[in-house]
């Protein structure tokens, strides 16, 4: 299938599992006009609201810590909820695939694997007479997340000269600079998220419906709102938060998202498709133009790397001990944060096999 493949399916999965949350958590069919509806609302949704497009999810490396680990969260999150609502009892077989699937979403990275654990534990107290099932999927993630955390590359790069000023400050400023500073920088880039939450709800109040929603979909849009915070909440520790990193924070208040249109939809009111078609007319012109803009982009980085790699390659077998490459340009992007990171890794000049590398910028 190869990396490209891989990537693709990996997504794939990721949006099939977001568009089927609330029909698991209600014990709804699966598959029907909703289920499409809400699919597309996921695949929308995750792209816009993406705080680095690229790099989460196109960069090989970085799929590999964002993207793959949320297709297994959801994988995990998927199946946990599926034996709690229809009320599976474990055996073997489903004990062992659910160790498999909650071990791999507990290892994954430190922001999804911490919230995850707090997911287990809220579900404790929300499915009672299960407690039994969700200590062996608690203890199984946490095992996970306790080895990725004590891994000793993290403490390693904790000692790296450039995060020195971050480690002398006192507890307390690192408090205030992350609670009044980093998080609002971070979540600022995710309103269409939050125009469509808003939406949905306010929505509730104007629509004539007979009937109340499941109170389900409040009950888990208010859950994955919470993990959302949570999960950049628990940044406060770490020196730095890259964008990608709020890949974590997408997918639950995506989650949040979805969960808010699925309540519309789940009306018996004639008006509810005017709203959704609404939300489409606002959601399709504006990813049409990040998609169109995106790829090419994609297209001209791929033209550039030919290039960088034909006089690389030149250099070499002129025997020159250096080669200078031009640097990247990107074109127009709805979102500047998708860009691709610009970093070069001094390493670069031995896996060309120059024994120097003149790495300096310089424009086509």
Not at 149 to 174: C, I, Q, S, V
Not at 230 to 249: C, E, G
Request: proline share 4%; net charge positive; hydrophobic share 50%.
């Amino acid at each position: 299938m190869g990396l490209y493949g891989n990537k693709f399916f990996c997504f794939l999965v990721l949006m099939i599992n977001m568009s089927i949350f609330p029909q698991i958590v209600t014990n709804d069919k699966v598959i029907n006009l909703n289920t499409t509806i809400t699919l597309w609302f996921s695949f929308f949704l995750y792209w816009l609201c993406n705080p680095n497009l690229s790099q989460t999810s196109f960069w090989l490396v970085g799929s590999a810590n964002y993207l793959y680990p949320i297709m297994w969260a959801s994988s995990y999150l998927i199946y946990i909820l599926y034996i709690l609502e229809i009320n599976i009892k474990l055996n073997l077989n489903k004990t062992i695939f659910l160790c498999i699937l909650g071990f791999l979403a507990g290892l994954s990275n430190e922001a999804v694997g911490i919230s995850i654990v707090f997911l287990n534990f809220i579900l404790f107290f929300i499915y009672k007479n299960q407690r039994k099932t969700i200590i062996i999927s608690l203890l199984v993630v946490l095992f996970g997340f306790l080895i990725l955390y004590f891994a000793p590359g993290n403490f390693e790069r904790l000692k790296h000269p450039d995060f020195a000023n971050w480690r002398n400050l006192p507890t307390y400023m690192k408090i205030i600079n992350h609670f009044f500073h980093r998080i609002p920088d971070a979540i600022s880039g995710f309103w269409l998220a939050f125009f469509i939450i808003i939406s949905s709800f306010f929505s509730l109040f104007i629509l004539k419906n007979k009937d109340k929603p499941n109170e389900k979909f409040f009950i888990f849009a208010f859950i994955f709102w919470v993990l959302s915070f949570f999960s950049i909440i628990v940044f406060v520790k770490s020196p730095a938060m890259p964008l990608r990193a709020l890949n974590t924070f997408n997918f639950f208040i995506v989650m949040t998202a979805i969960f808010s249109v699925y309540t519309i939809l789940s009306l018996n009111d004639k008006n509810k498709n005017l709203l959704i078609i609404s939300l489409f007319f606002i959601l399709v012109p504006y990813f049409a133009i990040s998609w169109s803009r995106f790829t090419y982009a994609v297209i001209q980085t791929d033209k550039q790397y030919q290039i960088r790699e034909e006089i690389l390659y030149a250099a070499k077998e002129k025997g020159e001990n250096e080669a200078q490459i031009p640097d990247w340009y990107f074109t127009k992007l709805v979102k500047d944060s998708d860009k691709l990171n610009l970093y070069r890794s001094p390493e670069m000049r031995q896996y060309y096999g120059h024994r120097k590398n003149n790495l300096a910028t310089c424009k086509i």
